[in-house]
């Protein structure tokens, strides 16, 4: 795994700790598909439309990941695949072609359009690939038509922005090597709001060129190219991680930038890549470390010595449980997470406490009758578990609020200690004696 | 191939999982991707139900295509059936499944069940929906429940007077009742506690709250009562057809309809008539005094709802209901009527043409949205996808139909069904509305300088501002002078887009570049010939 990048980033000194076997399970999973990122990944890109090819159960996913009708006409759709494309594939790529050119009309500030894989568009094996090249001739100068799978088959839930930003990179320009070497490029969906706090504070550190993937216009892709530093922000990027690095990239280790330890760490990962002296980077960071661990402190309150179980589902708890138990106290129970990538994760891993039980995949049933035993005061789940939880007398935090909520960076640690204090306060403020 | 943003309906196999999920004692094994998982959301958050619904997904990844898929069908199988230990099980597929043709059930008819009853569920994804699922579903179940029980051909049907012979009291069944079905939880209670009244017993309801077992019962009972037709039409027709059980096809939402179904009920059943049922000579019952409804639609502060412009959308069952209250009970005038439901669109029509309309049966929110803008309403009916759209439109709305959201289950006894429903309907329909008096005095002061336009109280938000100056803006429209724009604005909000697009294409024809209050009138004179 070291070869991944060059310099060893770790910025926190962490005793490397033995964890206990993982559990491996294969059995029911209880996780959303890849095409549950569109939710996120379209309000990211507003030129961006995402069209799954799917059937009326994608169409319908979607919607209730999405849960409210936020637009009238949202930025994602889904071309319903009908029994007359089922019977035949020619058929079935011109009518495509027919849907695509019909929402185009409609929708002229598209300028890059994802034709999304699904499970029913693969089974069917309908080259989106190839029916991407043909509709980006068809409508070139217009709009570039890229394709992915987020499909259930292959991918889990934020999965889907991997194979997204995959689609984006062939379109990213080579950098020349000498202005690449100078580039910080930040890879995952942040909030706007996030971010730009974020590249200001590289920028107090002296990294002033940062771009990122996806960028806020998908047309505005960033340079990469033989030495450009890549810090992924998001842990479900293996994909992206490996393309770039075959681009040239050189992967910044680190762990994400969860928590006010792992922010700073991820922080001065890349200030250490770009070879800024550490007490450059505690005079910018350690005054913001004081005031997000201020900023923690109370919610740390409600949450130390309370026992948290993390359901496998966003593929963002490993992180989590580190920055939950480290900072705000927690006891783990069981850290789930759908795939485990060692790589990725290595500089997590080795920051959780001793003893921490991982389990990778799933087997809902025996995962549940596992927390029944255990009783966790607090459990990280999707949302088709929570209320059965919660009515069983165990507070619950929905892993999908994680993925639309700003919770990166230093300054929002609070909030993100907040959001996993608040289900246990409202249960004990609740009283009906 | 067809695009869609949102949609009303979700695929067949849903509308199976809320038939598992209204019963107890029954468990659905579905051949599906992990990502179908997410319909277990639709019952744990819509109806905050406090169990899982009880599906099993096989959760089969590409990795398992290249081998034995089967075999994990049948392992998921033999787990559920080992864990839950269901009275009875669904075996079905979902879109992705039914292309890879594993046949689940098939497969389960060949595996030892220990006895449990097992129903096949082959329903065509790509050419059906949720409610077509739901419906097949229940039908399916009952079928195949009361197989053994089928009286030889030849056997004469029970006479509706069964009951006095076996010295009981007349029992029926209602059917259909299911979840994320519109207020289904609380309409069973009303009919149940309306018929109690009339001496009459509910045998079962199904499939909400029903176990198994208690659909071996439908049969003892002396009618069926389809209380929605999406869900119970098919299961009512085949009892009619193999037991000779008549069905109560009137649905008893609103008054006229609910005293109608009475009297249907009594005549199936061989009761006798009772008085407060014999309408007078005016047409009236007694009955009907049962609910405030008629009185509130007469007192005098309801005069201000004559002629409100209402357009309504729904599953057909709902939206017929409602055109029959708005246009009969209310006095409202009814402008859109449709449905998304195209297993009623017959009798959809027919409501509309009764109303001089011509109905909109589409599942495209945008043609939806499109026709409520045309038909300048004062009150949208609909789904939650039509709240959307009349929020968007700053017209009020009442939800009177599936697809639901958290806040359409709520809390307290809410029945649209029976007299207590009428209450419900009138209280919820007539709220968003400006009520009477409130109107008439907004309208006599509307000229005071304090007044501000668009203050409609009871919608707890104010009308957006400028939102028919969105609707319109289009590049290259002729120009509003001042006296124009004041013009427009004294004409009410909710013809106001209408009046304005129409001035404007007015100007455009005629290649009149300022739109002075002259030409809005000249317009308004065109169009209303
Ligand atoms: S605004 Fe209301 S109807 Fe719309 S999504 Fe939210 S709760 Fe549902
Ligand atoms: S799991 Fe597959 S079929 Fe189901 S919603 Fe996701 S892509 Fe569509």
Known sequence: MSSLGRRPGMAVNAPSTELPPLIKESGQREVFCGLTSIVWLHRRMPDAFFLVVGSRTCAHLIQSAAGVMIFAEPRFGTAILGERDLAGLADANEELD???????????????????????????????????????????????????????????????????????IPLMPMAPAAQAAQQLLIAGTLADGVEDRLISLFGKLGITNVATLPPRRSTELPGVGPGTKLLVAQPFLSGTARALIDRGAQLIKAPYPLGVEGSRAWMAAAADAFGIAPAQVAAVLDPL???????IAPHRETLAGKRLFLLPDSQLEIPLARFLSRECGMELVEVGTPYLDRTLMAP???????????????????????????????????????????????????????????????????????????PLRRRSSLSFT | MEL??????????????????????????????????????????????????????????????????????????????????????????????????????????????????????????????????????????????????????????????????EGRRPQVNLLGPSRLGFRCRDDVREITQLLGRYGIDV???????????????????????????????????????????????????????????????????????????????????????????????RSVDSTYLSGKRVFIFGDGTHAIA??????????????????YSRELAREVRAAASELGLEALISDDYLAVETAMAEAAPELVLGTQMERHSAKRLGIPCAVISAPLHVQDVPARYSPVMGFEGANVIFDSWVHPLMMGLEEHLIGMF????????????????????????????????????REGEAELAKIPFFVRPKVRRNTESFAQERGIGAITDEVLYEAKAHFSH
């Open chain 1, 289 to 295: 470390v004081e005031r997000g661990q201020r900023a």
């Open chain 2, 203 to 297: 045998a079962v309801a199904a499939p909400l709250g029903a176990r198994p077992a208690d659909l071996l019962r439908l049969p003892d009972a002396d009618a069926n009562v389809c209380l929605y037709p999406e869900v119970a039409a098919s299961a009512c027709s085949w009892l009619e057809r193999s037991f000779g059980m008549p069905t109560v096809k009137t649905v008893p939402i609103g008054i006229g309809a609910t005293v109608a179904f009475l009297r249907e009920l009594h005549s199936a059943v061989g009761l006798e008539l009772p008085a407060d049922l014999v309408p007078d000579d005016d047409g009236l019952c007694g009955a009907e005094s049962r609910s405030r409804m008629p009185w509130y639609a």
């Open chain 2, 446 to 481: 509307r000229h005071d300088f304090e007044f501000i336009d668009g203050h409609r109280s009871h919608l707890g938000e104010s009308a957006p501002a400028g939102s028919d100056a969105a609707i319109a803006a289009t590049a290259g429209s002729p120009v509003w002078t």
């Open chain 1, 348 to 422: 997590e891993l080795t920051l959780l406490p001793e003893g921490t039980q991982l389990s990778e995949g799933q087997h809902v049933e025996n995962q549940l009758k596992r927390l029944e035993v255990q009783r966790p005061d607090l459990v990280v789940c999707g949302l088709g578990l929570a209320n059965p939880l919660e009515a069983q007398g165990i507070a619950t935090k929905w892993s999908i609020e994680l993925v639309f909520s700003p919770i990166h960076g230093i300054d929002q640690a609070g909030d993100l200690a907040e959001l996993f204090a608040r």
């Open chain 2, 4 to 165: 869609t943003l949102w949609t009303y309906e979700g695929p067949p196999h849903v509308g199976a999982m809320r038939i598992a999920d209204s019963m107890e004692g029954v468990h659905y094994v579905l051949h599906a991707p992990q990502g179908d998982t997410y319909a277990d959301l639709l019952f744990t958050m819509i109806e905050r139900q406090q169990r899982r619904p009880p599906v099993t997904y096989t959760t089969f990844q590409a990795r398992d295509l290249g081998g034995d898929t089967a075999e994990l069908v049948k392992r998921s199988i033999a787990d559920a059936v080992e864990r839950f230990k269901p009275e009875a099980l669904l075996v079905g597929e979902s879109c992705t499944a039914e292309l890879i043709q594993d046949q689940p059930g098939a497969l389960a008819a060949g595996m030892d069940l220990g006895g449990i009853p097992m129903v096949n569920l082959e329903l065509p994804a790509y050419s059906k929906k949720e409610n077509w699922g739901a419906g097949e579903t229940f039908y399916q179940l009952v079928r195949s429940l009361l197989k053994a029980q089928l009286p030889p051909p030849g056997t004469p049907k029970p006479g509706p007077g069964r009951w006095r012979s």
């Open chain 1, 98 to 168: 027919r849907l695509v050119a019909q929402l185009l009309a409609r929708r002229p500030e598209i300028r890059t359009l994802f034709l999304v894989g699904s499970c029913p568009s693969e089974v069917i094996k309908l080259d989106l690939a190839r029916a991407a090249e043909r509709l980006g001739a068809q409508h070139r100068g217009r709009v570039t038509v890229l394709n992915y799978s987020g499909s259930g088959i292959e991918t889990t839930f934020t999965q889907g922005e991997d194979g997204a930003l995959q689609a984006l």
């Open chain 2, 322 to 339: 409602a055109a029959r209250i708005a246009s009969k009970e209310l006095g409202f005038k009814v402008v859109g009527l449709g449905s």
